[in-house]
């Protein structure tokens, strides 16, 4: 994986690019996310503000309170409805929705938060990190276990 990523919405109006190494990578089963995503979890890429930027067309954006009570602003194509990146108020890192890079193949999660609302057919690999509800340590473990991946 090379930087820039980048991705896009399903109708190709609107465009982004990432240009820092993201931060991690993680699956989320929160309601929310299973709502907005209409499948079984979220794929949360965190990336830096600065290294986020839209290359084609506008981002829409649309506020919802959060299951963790902060309040998420969506991005997301205003023709075709795909939900490019999610913005936490008071977040250091946007949280890019995995689904739309184009290069999306490879992508290999770290770990797996909100897991009592996970979907019982869901099958944890045994390392990978898990979380009942949002980590309480600031994403420090999901942050330093992508970090040992390699990332060119
Ligand atoms: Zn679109
Ligand atoms: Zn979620």
Known sequence: MKLPLRGGCQCGALRFEITTKPMTLYCCHCESCQQQSSSAFGMSMLVEREGFRILKGTAENFAIPTQSKSIESG??????????ANDTKGAPALSIKAGTLDDRVKLA????????????WMIFRE?????EEAPDDGYY????????????
């Open 75 to 84: 991005l997301f194509c205003g023709k075709c409805g795909t939900r490019v």
């Open 109 to 120: 999660p770290v770990g797996h938060t909100w897991v009592k609302s996970a979907q019982d």
């Open 127 to 131: 390392d990978d990190l898990i979380y």
């Open 141 to 152: 473990a999901l942050m330093s276990r992508w970090a040992t991946q390699e990332f060119a």
